[in-house]
Each structure stands twice: as structure tokens, then as C-alpha cells.
């Protein structure tokens, strides 16, 4: 599922991003890589969502959360 799909507080892994190199490096740079796990701290419908990746929390917009597919951390 997009991660623009994930539920408030919920902890999930990361499968696949469906970008160009670019966006791909760039979330790279922010610590979003396949494998990682991330929670979903806030989703508002017009705003970004506010995501806690390791020991830091960041904004990402909703075209590129809907670019990044992930599965519920348990599995």
C-alpha cells in the first residue's frame, strides 16, 4: 500500500519507491531507504505527512509518500 494509506501511529517498513533516481536519492539522503521502518506520526488530507524515521521526524508531501510503498513492520 502507499504510505499516504498508512494509519496515524503506525509503524511501517518500507517495500519499494516508485520514483526516478533523483527521488530515490533524495530520500536516501533523508534516511528512507527500502527495509527502513518509519511511523506515521500526523496525516492531515492538505498538508504533508510527518513521518519519525530512526531518532528524527521530517515532512514529506502526498505526491511523493504515494511514490513509497510499504508493508505493516510485523510483517
Do not use: F, S, W
Amino acid at each position: 500500500m502507499p504510505l499516504t494509506q498508512a494509519a496515524v501511529g503506525a509503524e511501517v517498513r518500507v517495500i519499494a519507491i516508485y520514483g526516478g533516481r533523483r527521488l530515490r536519492r533524495r530520500l536516501a539522503d533523508l534516511g528512507i531507504n527500502i527495509g527502513m521502518v518509519i511511523r506515521v506520526l500526523q496525516r492531515n488530507q492538505h498538508g504533508p505527512l510527518i513521518l519519525a524515521v530512526k531518532d528524527a521526524r521530517m515532512a514529506v508531501g502526498h505526491g511523493v509518500a504515494h511514490k513509497i510503498m510499504v508493508e505493516p513492520a510485523g510483517g
